[in-house]
C-alpha cells in the first residue's frame, strides 16, 4: 500500500511545485522505492487539449493518449515511469463525472453536493493505483487560497483521515521574498500561507521555500516556529542553473530524509545519486557548443515548447555539447528573407501548431534548411511544411498545401496534400472522426506504432526497424502523393504498420533532413536522450566544424 506525499502551494504560482515533485520522485527512486507522480488540477476545463499555449504551454500526451499539464513530463523526464491518463485530473473532469453519474441515477435521486460527491469523486481518483507503488506524490495546481481549488483541500484533507496515521504528509511550497531596501529575506508571506492552509484543516509536516539563495538560520528557526515544524524540515529551494540540479540540490537540503522521517522511515536506504551526479557533470562541462533555431509560432511564451527545448538539452548531453537555443517567429519569414535570421545556425526545428498563422513562415524554414543543406527536424505540423515544401519546390505541385488551412479560409485554395484523418486504426478497433466534430480530445492521441524501412537514416539512428511512437494531431499527410515525392527525393521512410499513415519523411540527398508526424520529444529524458534528437545534435556538430 502507498504512502502519499501532498504536495501543495502557496504565496505565488509558479514557483515549481511540478519541479519538486519531480525531484522528490527522483531522490525516493535512488533510495530504492517505486513511485507514481499525479497533477490535480483546480481548472474547468476537462484537460488542457483546448487551451491555448499562450494561455497553458505545452500540453503533454500520455502513452494512453491523455492531454495533460506540462509537469508531467517534468514527472517523466526525472522519474522515467510514464504517465497515464489517470495521473492527470481537472475540475472540468471531475465535476464532468460527477453529473454523468447524476443523469444515469448512480446516487438515486440524493441532492448532488460538493461535499460529499464531489471530494468523493476525487478521492477515488487519488485510490487508483495505490497498491503499485511505494510511494504516491499528489501535486495539487493553483496556489491555497484559490476558490476553485478549495474542493481539491478539502479532498486530500478527508483522505488524510481516512487512512491510518503515517500513511499520509503534506509538503508546502512557497516563496521568501527578498527586500532589497531592508537587505532581509522575509517569512511573513510563508506564515500567512500556512496560516490559510491550516484554517482548512491542513498542517504542513514540510515547507520548501523558494529563494535566491539558501536560507540563514534565524529566519529557518522563525519559519520553524510560527509555522509548527521541525527546522530541518524547513527546506531551502534556492534558484540553479538548470533544472535537473534539483535533485542533488534538493538532497544536499535534507527534502528526501525529511520525508522519511515524516513517514518515521527508519533505517533510511541510502541513495545511489551516480545517475544525476552523471547528468550534472555533463551539463556543467561541455566541450563546445551548437546553435539551434527552433521556428515556431507560440514563441513567445517558451512553456509552448517545454519538451522540445528540454529533449535538446538532452541531446546536447549525450554528445556533451551545450545547445544554444534561439526562438524564431515563423510569421517573420513572410515578410522577410529567412537568411537573415537563419544564417549561421548549426541546424534548424520546426515544431508542431495548429492553424494556418505562420505555415508560409516554416515552409520557408524548410527550403532554407534543404537548399543550404542544415540539419532540419520537423515534428508534427514541422513534418506537414517540410512536405508541402518538397511538393512545391521539388516534386511540381505549385500549390500544395493542406485541408487545415482550406477548412480555416472556407474556401478551397490548395491541393490538400495534408488532408483530414477521418478514420485510423487504434489498438483492435477501427476510430472514426469528422471536421465539425468536438475539438477536444478528438485528435489521434498517445501511442502508435511505425515501421521503419531498412537502410533508412531513421532506422540507424533508432537501431531498429519498429518503433513505437507518441502522436496528438488531426491531419496527416496523404499517402497518394507518395510516389510523386519519392520520385522527386523526399522519401516516406516510416509508415504505419498498415501502410496507410506516413510517419517519417527524409531527404535522399541531405546531411540530415528528417520529418515526423509524431512528438518524439515527449519520451526524451536526461539520463536517456531520444535517439533523434541525439543524433540531431551530433549532425549539428558536425556541420558546426564546416563554419
Known sequence: MARFIFITGGVVSSLGKGLASAALGALLQARGYSVRLRKLDPYLNVDPGTMSPFEHGEVFVTNDGAETDLDLGHYERFTGVSARMTDSVSSGRIYSNVLEKERRGNYLGKTIQVIPHVTDEIKDFIKIGEDEVDFMLCEIGGTVGDIEGLPFFEAIRQFSQDKKRGECIFMHLTLLPFVKASGELKTKPTQHSVKELRSIGISPDILVCRSEGSIPQKEREKLALFCNV???????????????????????????????????????????????????????????????????????????????????????????????????????????????????????????????????????????????????????????????????????????????????????????????????????????????????????????????????????????????????????????????????????????????????????????????????ELKSKPFDPHPLFRDFIKAAKDISRLF
Not at 381 to 397: D, F, H, K, P, W
Not at 429 to 453: F, I, N, P, Q
Request: charge should be negative; glycine fraction near 8%.
Open 230 to 520: 521541525r527546522p530541518e524540515s524547513v527546506i531551502s529551494a534556492k534558484d540553479l542553473n538548470s533544472i535537473y540540479e534539483a535533485p542533488i540540490s534538493y538532497h544536499n537540503e535534507g527534502l528526501d530524509q525529511a520525508v522519511l522521517d515524516a513517514f518515521t522511515i527508519t533505517p533510511a536506504p541510502k541513495p545511489d545519486l551516480s545517475k544525476w551526479e552523471d547528468v550534472k557533470d555533463r551539463l556543467n562541462n561541455p566541450e563546445g557548443h551548437v546553435n539551434v533555431a527552433i521556428v515556431g509560432k507560440y514563441t513567445q511564451l517558451e512553456d509552448a515548447y517545454k519538451s522540445i527545448a528540454e529533449a535538446l538539452t538532452h541531446g546536447g548531453m549525450a554528445n556533451r555539447l551545450q545547445v544554444k537555443i534561439n526562438w524564431v517567429d515563423a510569421e517573420t519569414f513572410e515578410k522577410e528573407d529567412p537568411e537573415i535570421y537563419l544564417s549561421g545556425f548549426h541546424a534548424i526545428l520546426v515544431p508542431g501548431g495548429f492553424g494556418e498563422r505562420g505555415t508560409e513562415g516554416k515552409i520557408m524554414a524548410a527550403k532554407f534548411a534543404r537548399e543550404h543543406k542544415i540539419p532540419y527536424l520537423g515534428i508534427c505540423l514541422g513534418m506537414q511544411t517540410a512536405v508541402i515544401e518538397s511538393a512545391r519546390n521539388m516534386a511540381g505541385i505549385s500549390n500544395a498545401g493542406s485541408e487545415e488551412f482550406d477548412h480555416e479560409a472556407g474556401k478551397r485554395r490548395f491541393e490538400p496534400i495534408i488532408y483530414h484523418l477521418k478514420e485510423w486504426v487504434q489498438g483492435n478497433h477501427t476510430v472514426s472522426r469528422k471536421v465539425e466534430d468536438d475539438k477536444g480530445g478528438t485528435m489521434r492521441l498517445g501511442a502508435y506504432s511505425a515501421v521503419l524501412a531498412k537502410g533508412s537514416c531513421v532506422a540507424k539512428i533508432y537501431n531498429s526497424t519498429s518503433i513505437e511512437e507518441r502522436h496528438r494531431h488531426r491531419y496527416e499527410v496523404d499517402v497518394k502523393y507518395r510516389k510523386e515525392l519519392e520520385k522527386s527525393g523526399l522519401i516516406f521512410s516510416g509508415m504505419s504498420p498498415d501502410g496507410r499513415l506516413p510517419e517519417i519523411v527524409e531527404l535522399s540527398d541531405h546531411p540530415w533532413f528528417i520529418g515526423v508526424q509524431f512528438h518524439p
